[in-house]
């Protein structure tokens, strides 16, 4: 017998429990989630789910349903931050040319669920590639150049594009033989039931990304599956013995005869896009507009230079900055970044402010802060980069 003790969690943690996790929270970023099991001794463990937003422990319970899958060394998901976009423009998405008869339109069906989904304020959908491009393509196969991207985003008005292409279906039928019993009359005799079964499959494949609408950059790719599966019991023969009758062994083939499985398998794999969405990436709320007062404030605005810049293997973007506790910033401060840029013509010479964006301090030291960019920036950008608190 195994005793399990499960913990499905999600920020904020209450201090009293978090002595009693296998892992500590404490040790994640804000935008990680983890997955871990642990031994306590005899057929005794832990498992803790802990999900950085509520989706993305949705997303863990539903891949480790049996608690005794959850690994033993800890599974640490970073999740993407992307702020949610005011317009989403999803490219159509690519199909098969032999299946197209049995799913139908598959482009139309992946826009008809994103555009249901509420992941974006509005979704459109092009209705040609750019110049020089006559296809879409690239865009499908992950093969577009940033600059296509960025351009057709622009064209669009759009800060996210997504693209994708249905990449194959795998098919299966098992024909098997599943025996049954009951109690015959006599008493030395039971009556056997064997039925054959024909148990169909249809798994669809689908490849995704989705790009910074201003630089084309990938922030996100993730390969979906989706199955349909029909079971029919072909044959029924019942005989009555003292002993089981032989079952024929087990025969697989990969034609499936109800080809219905196709367009139901492409159905489950957008629904499995949709929910990746939502529990793979977290989506940044939008904030109204911060308008800054002219009028001097009494309290100096702490600013500081950027001093470090680390790029996350998800995309991420971290910054540290010279100004910490002492010049009173706190976790959860929000600064604007900026940098200074020299105009020189002719008649004179003069320096603006570029804005590049705004970060959230995730960690505060007595002289220093580290800041998480909120939305996608190229880290070259932020070279000499400066930041100030947003009052």
């Not at 630089?215 to 072909?234: D, H, I, M, N, Y």
Request: hydrophobic share 40%.
């Amino acid at each position: 017998m195994t005793e399990t003790e499960i913990y499905l969690l999600v920020p904020p943690v209450p201090e009293g429990l978090r002595v009693q996790l296998p892992f500590n929270p404490n040790l994640l970023g804000p935008h990680q989630s983890v997955a871990v099991r642990k031994g306590k001794g005899g057929n005794y463990w832990q498992v803790l789910l802990y999900g950085a937003f509520p989706d993305a422990l949705r997303g863990l319970i539903r891949r480790y349903a049996d608690p005794l899958t959850v690994p033993e060394q800890p599974l640490v998901i970073t999740h993407p931050a992307i702020p949610k976009p005011k317009r989403l423009l999803l490219v159509p998405f690519g199909d098969i040319a032999i299946y197209r008869d049995r799913v139908g339109d598959f482009a139309v069906q992946v826009f008809r669920a994103i555009q249901s989904a509420g992941l974006a304020g509005e979704v459109v959908m092009p209705s040609k590639p750019p110049e020089p491009l006559l296809d879409w393509q690239p865009f499908q196969s992950g093969l577009a150049e940033t600059h296509h991207i960025a351009a057709l985003a622009k064209d669009n008005t759009a800060e996210i594009v997504l693209a994708g292409r249905l990449t194959g279906f795998d098919t299966q039928t098992v024909r098997r033989q599943e025996l049954s019993s009951r109690p015959s009359p006599a008493a030395d005799r039971r009556i056997w039931e064997v039925a054959t079964v024909r148990i169909e499959q249809v798994t669809a494949s689908l490849q995704v990304r989705l790009y910074d609408g201003r630089t084309g950059e990938t922030l996100w790719t993730r390969k979906v599956e989706g199955t349909a599966s029909k079971r029919t019991v072909e044959e029924i023969s019942r005989t009555e013995a003292s002993q089981p009758p032989l079952l024929e062994p087990e025969r697989r083939s990969f034609f499936v005869s109800d080809e219905r499985l196709y367009a139901a398998a492409a159905t489950t794999v957008i629904a499995e896009l949709l929910e990746a969405l939502r529990s793979e990436i977290y989506w940044l709320p939008e904030t109204p507009a911060i308008v800054l007062s002219p009028t001097p404030s009494a309290t100096p605005v702490p600013e500081g230079i950027v001093g470090r810049v680390e790029t996350l293997p998800d995309g991420t973007v971290l910054v540290y900055l010279d100004i910490g506790a002492n010049q009173g910033l706190k976790v959860g401060d929000v600064l604007l970044v900026y940098r200074q840029v020299t105009v020189k013509t002719e008649r004179k010479t003069v320096q603006v402010e570029e804005e590049l964006g705004k970060a959230k301090v995730i960690a505060v030291f007595p002289e220093a802060c580290k800041a998480q960019m909120l939305a996608p920036i190229q880290p070259a950008m932020l070279t000499d980069a400066r930041a100030r608190l947003v009052r």
